[in-house]
């Protein structure tokens, strides 16, 4: 089991940058792949980037390619998603979510946190 807890959203311009925090607890963090989900308002949920166990191989959505940057620091027990030019359409709740390895889904997630983007 491991608890998710996520920080660092708020209201940014567009253009502007943020970094997403997930402090992970419980079983040792660093046997989690690490995902960033996010789900904006009468939208399904979509795919940000996920991290493997060591943090060597990411994978990033196409909407955030180039932008957003997912890493790791496993003695810290925590997931980052810097977040650089972003656009109004990145205005959601944003999720991190941890699976074992083999694992199809994700099933521990955080409560999330809001991302705002103003034009």
């Known amino acids: 089991q491991v608890q998710l807890v996520e920080s660092g959203g708020g209201l940014v311009q567009a253009g502007g940058s943020l970094r997403l925090s997930c402090a992970a607890s419980?079983?040792?963090?660093?046997?989690?792949?690490m995902g960033w989900f996010r789900q904006a308002p009468g939208k399904e949920r979509e795919f940000v980037a996920a991290?493997?166990?060591?943090?060597?191989?990411?994978s990033n959505g196409n909407s955030v390619k180039g932008r957003f940057t997912i890493f790791r620091d496993n003695a810290k027990n925590t997931v980052y998603l810097q977040m650089n030019s972003l656009k109004p359409e990145d205005t959601a709740v944003y999720y991190c979510?941890?699976?074992?390895?083999?694992?199809?889904?994700?099933?521990?997630w955080g409560q999330g946190t809001q991302v705002t983007v103003s034009s």
């Open positions: 419980g079983r040792t963090f660093s046997s989690y792949i």
């Open positions: 991290i493997n166990r060591s943090g060597a191989s990411t």
């Open positions: 979510a941890a699976k074992t390895l083999g694992g199809p889904e994700y099933p521990y």
